[in-house]
């Protein structure tokens, strides 16, 4: 069966600007062809089904590389949520999915579960027992004794117990490898301190590789950042410069040499930020709504926010716009599902034009997991998972909030 897509525009993930008038022929899953509205239909079987998305831009189906599907994002602790079982993790994954799913993101990297659990959810999600964005998983990430993440029962201490972790993870179906290089939320571990040596890190990269695994490291401390660096890391989590008094203090050796090794930059930047909460706040604003207490609330939060984003203006001074990544990190304390959007928001406010951060989240974003062969354009003979907005996110990133409709391997889902 064949399916013509018709929409007032279309941002392709080829360029940041979108195109009027356009269309999308699809076949078993695949576009065939993709162009103005007239030519396509023109050239379409009499059975082809048709939809006509309106007054709405296609684009490709967004990404995000950085989710921890089990966790619910709902303010409880590590502790209350690592307190559930594997079987509830895995249903609080199916229920993220589909938040994810409707918000039109339609690839994800699940960055690290407890046992088995994001297996699960792949398996469950191939069977199609469940809905949800197509996933890559990482399983448990690796860290070091009393670690970041350490409940998730993949400890490594020294090259040697490393390796044998990669290899584990590999096995039981790992898509790629996740290690945790510094301290982060998990208690007791120290966000502004590297949790491994360069030796250490080397053999987590090569070990992956020779697995041809790609490797992602949560990178909060200076320290790890540079450790990283170092042993050739893919892709660098957070990158918060964080010195061991915890506070953010931009390196520019460092940032010359991530831009010089071409490493990919995920900082997850409402993660730190808490800018689901800065929005909530201004709507209320902006209804009139906000009392005195919610009002300093609101100006503590944006003048934190404020220093992290600068420290990412920074970066751009030095790395590649096309290097950068966007992360939601949903799971972890109140950062909800089905929000990719407050990022690209994010990656705006930092100097990305909408096109640039409707880019980082489709074809950059597809380079980045290694997936561009299928994913992140809309051209002939790639996957045809799609999005559509109101209005055109290639212009107003706030676009990107209102979604119209979603669909994956041709098929509408939203």
Not at 133 to 146: A, D, E, H, K, W
Not at 339 to 353: I, P, S
Not at 379 to 399: H, M, Q, R, S, Y
Request: charged share 25%; aromatic share 4%; hydrophobic share 40%.
């Amino acid at each position: 069966m064949t399916t013509l897509i018709r929409a007032a525009r279309l941002a392709d993930g080829l360029s940041t600007s979108s195109q009027p008038n356009q269309a999308v022929l699809i076949s078993d899953g695949r576009i065939l062809a993709v162009g103005p509205a007239d030519t396509i239909a023109s050239q379409t079987p009499p059975d082809t089904e048709t939809i006509d998305l309106g007054d709405a831009t296609l684009t490709p189906g967004l990404i995000d590389g950085h989710t921890h599907l089990s966790l619910a994002g709902d303010g409880h602790s590590y502790v209350e949520m690592f307190s559930e079982s594997d079987e509830m993790m895995v249903l609080t994954g199916a229920y993220n999915l589909r938040r994810h799913l409707d918000a039109g993101i339609t690839t994800l990297r699940e960055h690290g579960a407890r046992n088995k659990v994001g297996f699960a959810i792949k398996e469950a999600l191939s069977r199609g027992y469940i809905a949800g964005p197509r996933m890559q998983v990482s399983g448990r990430p690796i860290t070091c004794s009393g670690g970041h993440f350490h409940m998730c029962n993949e400890v490594a201490d020294g090259p040697d117990e490393i390796r044998r972790s990669v290899r584990r993870l590999v096995h039981e179906g790992a898509d790629y490898i996740k290690i945790m290089t510094s301290g982060g939320g998990t208690a007791g571990t120290l966000p502004g301190r590297a949790s491994y040596s360069v030796e250490e890190l080397h053999a987590v990269v090569h070990e992956a590789h020779h697995f041809h695994r790609l490797t992602a490291a949560h990178c909060r401390a200076k320290e790890s950042m540079v450790r990283a660096v170092a042993a050739g890391i893919d892709l660098m989590e957070h990158a918060e410069f964080l010195d061991p008094d915890h506070e953010m203090r931009f390196d520019p050796d460092l940032a010359e040499k991530m831009a010089e090794c071409g490493i990919w930059i995920s900082p997850t930047l409402q993660a730190w930020t808490n800018y689901g909460r800065i929005v909530d706040l201004e709507q209320k604003r902006d209804r009139g709504e906000l009392s005195p207490a919610a009002a300093s609330q609101l100006q503590a939060l944006s003048d934190r926010a404020e220093k992290r984003l600068d420290i990412m203006r920074r970066m751009l001074d030095y790395c590649r716009i096309d290097r950068i990544v966007p992360g939601t990190d949903s799971g972890v304390g109140s950062l909800a599902f089905g929000h990719l959007d407050y990022d690209l928001r994010l990656l705006v406010k930092v100097g990305f034009t909408p096109g640039e951060a409707l880019l980082s989240a489709t074809r950059i974003s597809a380079e980045a997991i290694d997936m561009a062969d299928e994913l992140g354009t809309i051209e002939p003979g790639k996957i045809a998972d799609l999005a559509a907005f109101k209005g055109d996110p290639t212009k107003d990133v706030l676009a990107l909030s209102d979604v119209a409709a979603v669909f994956q391997a041709g098929v509408r889902v939203r």
